[in-house]
């Protein structure tokens, strides 16, 4: 077995979506060879779906022609890296990578959207968090069916987050009332939401998604700022109004120097929970439109159904209450669009030492 061969074949092999191949990528750790099978041994830096798949029809059967290669193994880590921050905001203990997802303006289906593809990236095999900092209108709790749970003291400094399905859940909306509004104007409010997300104990995160407030006031300017934030994920429907306010929503993460990851364009179709027929009731090309305006892509298109609004007020987003349904699909995929092109965009790989928890 030629172990050179088969080393120059895997390091140029790039998955589809990736912007290197694995050998620029610098994930590929050993190629060994035991009785006329090549194991290949990986560290993947990042969820990939279906990137084993991928190796095994694409790649596997070109280093099978390798003379003295009768099988190949794949011994595949994920060991998900810890990118530059976009700003000189002190990390948060445990979190490796934040991620924003904002919009312009209310009602765009920002919470819904932040949920499920956080539920997508935790079964790609992440360890995931999401910090609900719409203070005003809180909506995580109620989403993933825990609006009753309190965060209990974890050490007498900080508050153990929620668990719920899986993630790692804190939002003031577990603090205040049932029904109390948060009467507070922009700078105790960021205050309060800065004072939530370093008073929670996270435990060992690979992504922690903030669900920022919709607008692009001083709220979300501060937490811009004072968050440090990996990449920005904006969602907007596309309607013309909606639109404007999501260039508004780019902008602002321009000015601040937070990468844009891409676009969500939501409820792009209205599918009929009775015939299928779908409609695009909003219009259409707006967001792709916009987007190549702003120099980054519309990343996803989800639709508007019946099942997505029921089951987040049922408590069990889709991606958990309909694992196999079409719709997670799309939510699966852009789990992995958005970690993928957020770890190829990054400048620099931080060396600083994720903070381990006793």
Known sequence: MDIAKVTQLV????PKGWLK?????NILETVLQKDGCAEIQLRLPFPSLDFEHELETKLAPKIMLIKGVDSVKWDIKLDIATLARCNDAPA???????IAV????????????????????????????????????????????????RPEAYDGNTMKAINAHGLAVNSIGFIALNDQAMIWRGPMASKALMQLLGETHWGELDYLFIDMPPGTGDIQLTLSQN???????????????????????????????????????????????????????????????????FDTECIAQLPLHIDLRADVDAGIPTVAARP???????????????????????????????????
Do not use: W
């Open 11 to 14: 390091g140029i092999f790039q």
């Open 21 to 25: 191949n694995i050998a620029d990528t």
């Open 92 to 98: 948060i203990q445990g979190v490796k990578n934040v």
């Open 102 to 149: 904002a919009s312009g303006k209310g009602g765009v289906g920002k919470s819904t959207t932040t949920v499920n593809t956080a539920l997508a990236l935790a079964k790609l095999g992440a360890k995931v968090g999401i910090m609900d900092a719409d203070i005003y209108g809180p909506s995580i709790p109620l989403m993933l069916g825990v609006s009753e749970s």
């Open 227 to 293: 968050i440090p934030v990996t990449g920005a994920l904006i969602v907007s429907t596309p309607q013309d109004v909606a639109l404007a306010d999501a260039a508004k929503g780019i902008s602002m993460f321009r000015q601040v120097k937070v990468p844009v990851l891409g676009v969500v364009e939501n409820m792009s179709t209205h599918i009929c929970n009775n015939c299928g027929h779908e409609e695009a009731i909003f219009g259409t090309g707006g967001v792709v439109k916009m987007a190549a305006r």
């Open 324 to 358: 196999d349904s079409a719709f997670s699909a799309v939510y699966a995929q852009l789990a992995n669009d958005i970690v993928s092109k957020m770890f190829f965009q990054a400048d620099t790989i931080s060396t600083e030492i994720p903070i381990k928890f006793s």
